[in-house]
């Protein structure tokens, strides 16, 4: 819902009374494009939000001002010429392919009812029929993208193929482990000495750990976890992200069959044992084939784009005004 909306210049205002020299500046034509313009008014308005929020980001002098509304220029000239190649191929949208649209937004927005989407609208500041003439416009320019850019591309499957190759990473799920835990407990209650003490149970408890003593035996006699006596400290397999912070960076940093030192966390201390490190496993090309697709269509047609973009620029009639002062 964060589509631009570009209302038409308005001539007739200029027809009815002559112009203040402010009012000449406000409405001074910064581009023509073929037989079509695009007024400063324009340009101010589409660059007030981006000058606003860069401003809140540090001082904004009147260059970077200048600059962002030189941008702002170029997007317009490019959606007059996009405007102009849809009416020159009579692309046509049906009020059923607008309402399709709009359910598809309340649905993706998990919105229940046409009220829910009107006040999300109203909190953007935009009225039903702004967004309504917003999504007409998107699709217009979707099946403009569609004739003109996406009906020629394809994707072969060797290409597909040399892509999963270079991106196996992309395709492999994540590295899990298997590790068992020895838990001595402490809270925030505990005195010096009574923590002082538990720590000096665990080390002592480490080191027969490090000499080779059944940890799965140590766990289930000096443990505080409940469970740890039947099944011997045994946290099962998990991924990066399941553990709490402190656990897993010691995890991480072992290999099987070793024991870590003693893991302090709000809870108390651990001592770990990593019994297994499992890779991820790689999906096989066919079951990812479709995503492949997919993104490399979509980069081909973003690519296509913009050199079809600047094919008609290159075409068309474009005076950009020499508006100094102004911009």
């Known amino acids: 819902m964060n589509i631009r909306f570009l209302s038409g210049l308005s001539l007739t205002v200029l027809l009815l009374a002559p112009l203040s020299a402010s009012a000449a500046v406000v409405n001074a034509i910064a581009a023509v494009v073929n037989d079509d ?30 600059t962002i509304r030189s941008a702002v220029l170029e997007r317009l000239i490019e959606k007059r010429l996009v405007e102009q190649k ?9 009020e059923e392919e607008v309402r399709q649209a709009i359910e598809d937004v309340k649905r993706q927005n998990n919105m229940p009812s046409q009220e829910a989407l009107v006040a999300a609208l109203a909190s953007q500041g935009l009225s039903f029929d702004q967004y309504r003439s917003q999504l007409q416009e998107q ?8 004739m003109e850019v996406r009906s020629k591309i394809h994707v072969g499957e060797s290409e597909a193929k040399e ?4 991106n196996l990473a992309k395709y492999t799920g994540d590295e899990s482990y298997r590790a068992r835990h020895i838990f001595f407990k402490t809270n925030e209650k505990s005195t ?3 923590i002082k003490q538990t720590m000096t149970t665990a080390l002592a408890v480490l080191a027969d750990a490090r000499d080779g003593k059944d940890f799965a035996e140590l766990a289930k006699k000096f443990s505080e976890d409940p469970a740890a006596r039947k099944d011997g400290g045994d946290l099962g397999s998990f991924k990066k992200g399941d553990m709490q ?7 991480v940093a072992m290999k099987p069959g070793d024991v870590s030192e003693l893991v302090y966390t709000a809870a108390g201390f651990h001592i770990i044992k990593l019994e297994e490190r499992l890779s991820g496993a790689l999906k096989s090309f ?13 980069k081909k047609s973003e690519e296509r784009f913009s ?10 009639s474009i005076e950009v005004k020499d508006l100094k002062g102004m911009l």
């Open 37 to 66: 313009i695009v007024s400063l008014y324009e340009v101010n308005r589409e660059a007030q939000p981006v000058i606003r929020e860069a401003e809140k980001k540090g001082a904004m002098n009147e260059a970077a001002r200048s």
């Open 86 to 94: 849809i009416r020159e191929l009579n692309i046509k949208v049906t």
């Open 139 to 146: 699709i217009e320019k979707l099946k403009l993208i569609s």
């Open 163 to 166: 892509y999963y190759q270079a």
């Open 192 to 194: 010096p000495e009574a």
């Open 245 to 251: 912070p402190e656990l897993e960076a010691a995890i």
């Open 286 to 298: 066919e079951s990812v084939k479709t995503e492949i697709d997919e993104a490399l269509y979509r």
């Open 307 to 316: 050199q079809w973009a600047k094919e008609l620029r290159e075409k068309a």
